[in-house]
T-cell receptor
């Protein structure tokens, strides 16, 4: 079946270290979205990537969409305690009439101060 | 500029009762998605609605669950004859145009006793 996988499931880093989470889809996606959810909170939209090979940056965060539009990554440089949370990728599912959005399993980031 | 509103924030029901969860999308958004999240898990798609239409309900159990988004008023997720396994956080999200960037409400935490 159609799936969106994320690795790693958990990542525990020292403050100041870098962090990367990877997202892989079993099918080509028209776009990929990234969200962050703080503990006890709700998902917050971070960014959407649409083009093959697209790279976008938001301060210390770098998002990449693979050439085949089946994988994506989020890289955080020099993590801070405010980066703690679970990062989800998500993409539309259903072929040309994609309507529902499927979320990856998420990567939970924790940070040692 | 109010965001997505959900109420109630917390709901306690006894087994066999009905739960009604409400979601008011952001102003100008006519697309609503409902998701379910169990503790420490990802977001599971339930249903996608536009005003007066159910677009995709493939993630929603066939029995006991229903959703609507009337012409006037909030979107409603209704769970009849709740069971303990229905205990979860239910999030709704709205978007201006289909399966693209979504804006989440704070969620309703349902506890079935």
């Amino acid at each position: 079946g159609q799936q969106v996988m994320q690795i790693p499931q958990y990542q525990h880093v020292q403050e100041g270290e870098d962090f990367t989470t990877y997202c892989n889809s079993s099918t080509t996606l028209s776009n990929i979205q990234w969200y962050k959810q703080r503990p006890g909170g709700h998902p917050v939209f971070l960014i959407q990537l649409v083009k093959s090979g697209e790279v976008k940056k938001q301060k210390r965060l770098t998002f990449q969409f693979g050439e085949a539009k089946k994988n994506s990554s989020l890289h955080i440089t020099a993590t801070q305690t405010t980066d703690v949370g679970t990062y989800f990728c998500a993409g539309p599912w259903g072929g040309s009439s994609a309507s529902k959005i499927i979320f990856g399993s998420g990567t939970r980031l924790s940070i040692r101060p | 500029n109010a965001g997505v509103m959900q109420n109630p924030r917390h709901l306690v029901r006894r087994r066999g009762q009905e739960a009604r969860l409400r979601c008011s999308p952001m102003k100008g958004h006519s697309h609503v998605y409902w998701y379910r999240q169990l503790p420490e898990e990802g977001l599971k798609f339930m249903v996608y609605l536009q005003k007066e239409n159910i677009i995709d309900e493939s993630g929603m159990p066939k029995e006991r669950f229903s959703a609507e988004f009337p012409k006037e008023g909030p979107s409603i997720l209704r769970i009849q004859q709740v069971v303990r396994g229905d205990s979860a956080a239910y999030f709704c999200a709205s978007s201006p145009d289909g399966p693209y960037e979504q804006y989440f409400g704070p969620g309703t935490r349902l506890t079935v006793t």
